[in-house]
């Protein structure tokens, strides 16, 4: 069960409209199915989709029970880099949802992962099998996929203390004149647009390291390694700092290239195994698409 206290700033909104923008993976029309099945509650009684919240009424919202057949496993051909008998790494597409949720209940990753491994850990329940972190749908790259709950708790563990190794390549509008830095700017919810996040004072900590890799006309590529993994991390980070990535609907200039989506790739991936205690670590080049939009850009050394 979730609960959410209105805030001044909220209120006089829609409750479907609130709580859509608010609680991750979800839908106005999920959220107006829950409010009319009587699973959400204000102030301890059921209310109508087009309730307006009022300052300060404690809004309540139960789960609903998920069953394993709402999964099914899809042949989607997914780039398996690395298997064993415990972890996986996959090379996730751009443009491919990790999991199910409203809105995408096929064509995901885990579809495809239920087609091609043999096991996946159930720690993060029936519609997250295996499934250890995530990367947004328009980001391109590596994740680590848990083939039991071992091995998921093992890689979590390395999560939390900092210890897994992951870079990726952006591309982002302006020109970056120093070589390298580091941002350290926590990350929360935005307050004035509940479906964003931003850089805000009473956030969690966040941290970003980047290193230019090529400069061109009015763009830079660089590569980003993150000692966080908040939501949106790179993607705001760069915003804060002026140089926001380019084709990112949400934080940067819009149809500035041809292309859908954030210029975002997880390219390199590096955990000990949970198991042998090894250290591996993977690496992918820039899909076909980042390449073409390179291509049609001029370096700055030309």
């Known amino acids: 069960m ?18 859509a923008e608010q609680l991750d993976d979800t839908s106005r029309s999920d959220m107006q199915g829950r409010i009319r099945d ?3 509650k204000v102030n301890g009684g059921t209310v109508k989709p087009n309730y307006k919240v009022k300052k300060d009424d404690v809004v309540t919202v139960e789960v609903r029970e998920l069953v394993e057949a709402d999964i099914v496993p899809e ?3 997914l780039d398996i880099v690395h298997e064993d008998d415990e972890v996986a790494v996959v090379n996730k597409p751009k443009g491919m ?24 850990s159930g720690i ?8 250890v972190h995530r990367i947004d749908k328009d980001t391109s790259g590596l994740l680590m996929v848990a083939k039991d709950d071992v091995a998921h708790r093992h890689l979590v563990e390395q999560l939390v203390e900092k210890s897994v190794t992951r870079k990726y390549t952006a591309l982002v509008h302006g020109t970056i004149p120093h070589d390298k830095g580091t941002i350290e700017a926590p990350i929360g919810r935005n307050p004035k647009e509940r479906q964003e996040m931003a850089v805000v004072d009473d956030g969690k900590e966040a941290v970003t390291h980047f ?24 993607r705001v980070h760069m915003k804060y700092i002026g140089y926001p990535l380019a084709g990112d609907p949400k934080y940067g200039p819009r149809k500035t290239l041809e292309t859908e989506g954030q210029m975002l790739h997880a390219g390199t991936l590096g955990f000990i195994h949970p198991k042998s205690g090894e250290y591996l670590e993977f690496t992918v080049p820039l899909p076909d698409l980042f390449e073409d939009v390179l291509e049609t850009l001029t370096p700055l050394s030309e």
């Open 97 to 120: 949802v990790v999991h199910p949720a409203a809105g995408h209940p096929s064509g995901t990753l885990v579809n495809g992962l239920m087609h091609q491994l043999d096991n996946l």
């Open 38 to 40: 009587g699973l959400v």
């Open 211 to 234: 290193n230019v890799l090529e400069r061109y006309k009015d763009f830079t590529l660089v590569e980003c390694i993150l000692d966080t993994g908040r939501t949106h991390q790179i």
């Open 124 to 131: 993060n329940g029936e519609l997250r099998p295996g499934i």
């Open 2 to 19: 979730q609960e959410i206290t209105v805030s001044d700033m909220d209120s006089g909104q829609r409750i479907d409209r609130l709580l």
């Open 75 to 77: 042949d989607l051909d």
